[in-house]
């Protein structure tokens, strides 16, 4: 159940099969962050951070930054490979890693609380929602509303493949999975889309997957 691809996560942060993982602050978030029009001093959520360099960029922009990480591998190397030299203490079950504005949790996100977190004003979301199976995905954004206060907003990227037969215009919208998980509680602003022609699978299988930036406002 909640966490069941744990034991694997922590294997491909060992064995160092980390593709995911962007060498470049994400130009997606640069360029729709300002968007979301927060007070300088918000409090921004990583869930599921990975080493993520966009922490660094949120950091730079002023908020304070606390990430959310199950692999100790991760979060040790996010701090060695920006050269920072964190401290570490326990919060409840999780030791938190800290260095000027970024913290990060390290442990099981179904696991934490608000009270763990501490007050957040937005989340920021890239391959958090969609590194978990879909099974799991209506348990994470049930647990996101448990741990956010109510005014919470929510930047969401994802990279979407159009279902089969589907229309053009429905594979450019919002899609159906984000509208039924998040629309009762929040209004969607899809903010931008973009086709990417994905050739990571040699150039005979190269096909376009749609890049969408998300911002989510609570209703
Ligand atoms: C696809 S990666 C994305 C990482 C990061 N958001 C990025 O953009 O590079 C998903 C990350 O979530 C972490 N993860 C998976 N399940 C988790 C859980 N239950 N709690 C905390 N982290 C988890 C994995 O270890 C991995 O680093």
Excluded at 65 to 75: P, Q, T, Y
Excluded at 132 to 151: C, G, M, S, T
Aim: include cysteine; hydrophobic fraction near 40%.
């Amino acid at each position: 159940m909640p966490g069941n691809d744990n034991a694997l996560w922590q294997q491909y942060w060992r064995d160092q099969q980390t593709d995911f993982h962007q060498t470049q602050v994400n130009p997606l978030l640069v360029r729709f962050w300002r968007g979301l029009k927060l007070a300088a001093d918000s409090r921004v959520f990583v869930p599921l951070c990975g080493k993520s360099l966009d922490m660094i960029w949120l950091a730079q922009q002023g908020y304070e930054v606390i990430g959310m990480e199950l692999s100790d591998v991760a979060v040790r190397a996010f701090f060695s490979e920006n050269r920072m030299q964190p401290s570490q203490r326990q919060v409840a079950q999780f030791t938190l890693w800290q260095c000027g504005k970024i913290s990060i949790l390290c442990g099981d996100y179904f696991a934490v609380s608000r009270a763990d977190l501490g007050h957040i004003d937005v989340v920021y979301d890239r391959a958090a929602l969609t590194a978990l199976p879909e099974n799991l995905r209506r348990l994470y954004v049930a647990h996101l509303k448990q741990i956010l206060p109510p005014a919470c907003k929510i930047f969401l990227l994802t990279v979407e493949d159009a279902e089969e037969g589907e229309t053009r215009e429905v594979t450019l919208g919002a899609s159906g999975e984000i509208t039924t998980l998040y629309s009762e509680a929040f209004e969607i602003e899809l903010a931008h889309v973009e086709s990417v022609l994905e050739t990571d699978a040699g150039e005979a299988d190269a096909k376009y997957s749609e890049h969408k930036v998300y911002r989510l406002v609570p209703r």
